[in-house]
DNA sequence: CAGTATCCGCCATGATACTG
DNA sequence: CAGTATCATGGCGGATACTG
């Protein structure tokens, strides 16, 4: 057993710059990736519900966070071609993977927040 | 038990605006801050054997990320005081928990991305 | 070796206005 | 309602030079 896996695998190695994974981790780790995903992953929600649940998102960023992740293959995303328009989106089954690993992440900061110097920053500057 | 844990607590819900834990999530999933936590849950390094083994990373933006998550009680900075200078790097029994899950999403990552968008459009670009 | 200091480009992000 | 189009900006990130 190796102790990096991806020493094994000669393309996926995250470390080495120009690997793909890197983009995909770009996207999950861009500015609103991963609470759209674990939003997703709560429930499938319309266009303005996932705007007003993920308070101060921009419609722009969200319109392209969601492009991004249906070119990834992470979001579905289902519009109803009625009038006024309806759009649902939903996770895929890759992307309930993907957030399958990012749910214990969003769990984790939030319960730990209060033990990291971020706290101590906020409680000395109140 | 409630779908959403963080709505039982009023402080840490992340899809709250200018709530503490969406500082610490943006640090984490800072460009660089996942590959630098993870590479040092691999093992505690010196700076330069971490400048070499993060592919690509800036000497500005290692040393920027380093001292955020120093600040944030991640990251132990061990600093020998000789000469020439030896500066290891190790995480904090805090940064190993938040390591802990972060290792996943970087293990799912490299093993799916030939599932993803990403994979396709290399390909088809090649 | 392990950084800091400085400068700078540019793109991610955001605000606003508009549309089918 | 569900977006797109456009414009503006600031700060993130990189390159380089320098230091103890």
Same mark, same amino acid.
């Given at each position: 057993? *190796?102790? %990096?896996?991806?020493?094994?695998?000669?393309?996926?190695?995250?470390?080495?710059? !120009?690997?793909?994974?890197?983009?995909? @981790?770009?996207?999950?780790?861009?500015? $609103?990736?991963?609470?759209?995903?674990? /939003?997703?992953?709560?429930?499938?929600?319309? $266009?303005?519900?996932?705007?007003?649940?993920?308070?101060?998102?921009?419609?722009?960023?969200?319109?392209?966070?969601? %492009?991004?992740?249906? =070119?990834? #293959?992470?979001?579905?995303?289902?519009?109803? #071609?009625?009038?006024?328009? %309806?759009?649902?989106?939903?996770?895929?089954? @890759?992307? %309930?993977?993907? =957030?399958?690993?990012?749910?214990? @992440?969003?769990? $984790?900061?939030?319960? !730990?927040?209060?033990?990291?110097?971020?706290?101590?920053? *906020? #409680?000395?500057? /109140?």
């Amino acid at each position: 057993m *190796a102790d %990096r896996i991806w020493e094994l695998l000669p393309d996926p190695d995250p470390f080495a710059a !120009n690997c793909l994974s890197r983009v995909v @981790l770009d996207h999950v780790t861009s500015k $609103w990736g991963v609470l759209v995903l674990v /939003a997703l992953a709560e429930e499938p929600m319309r $266009w303005g519900q996932l705007h007003r649940y993920i308070d101060g998102i921009s419609e722009k960023m969200l319109a392209q966070t969601l %492009r991004t992740f249906e =070119a990834d #293959g992470f979001v579905l995303r289902d519009s109803k #071609g009625t009038v006024p328009p %309806r759009v649902d989106y939903s996770l895929t089954p @890759l992307g %309930r993977e993907l =957030a399958e690993v990012l749910i214990p @992440l969003v769990h $984790w900061v939030g319960k !730990n927040v209060t033990r990291t110097g971020v706290a101590d920053q *906020a #409680g000395s500057a /109140a």
